[in-house]
Nanobody, 123 residues
């Protein structure tokens, strides 16, 4: 079992920045994704980085503002969030996809999930 722990969430004003971290208990060799869930809404894809080649992917609403990266030596994936907007407010989760087939933007494709970290952006 892979344990994932998110950190770095908090309260920021619109236009501010946060960097989220996703620390894994073991080496993360598969695609790692960031998802977010606002109250009353479905959990939605934010970004992912592939396990082979470290290729990043983003949902359109965060493209140009968020950057996903990986530090293999630290078993950690980061999500740098700049120019934050109130609509970015949500609980952010990281997850590892594993070897199962499935679209990297689908929550059902991921095997292990962290507990989430709250991001609140005030207007």
């Amino acid at each position: 079992q892979v344990q994932l722990v998110e950190s770095g969430g908090g309260l920021v004003q619109a236009g501010g920045s946060l960097r989220l971290s996703c620390a894994a208990s073991t080496v993360t060799i598969y695609t790692v994704g960031w998802f977010r869930q606002a109250p009353g809404k479905e959990r939605a894809f934010v970004a992912a980085i592939t396990g082979s080649g470290n290729v990043p992917y983003y949902t359109d609403s965060v493209k140009g503002r968020f950057t996903i990266s990986r530090d293999n030596a630290k078993n950690t994936v980061y999500l740098q969030m700049n120019s934050l907007k109130p609509e970015d407010t949500a609980v952010y989760y990281c997850a590892t996809k594993g070897p199962r087939p499935g679209a990297l933007g689908s929550v059902r494709a991921y095997d292990y999930w962290g507990q989430g970290t709250q991001v609140t952006v005030s207007s």
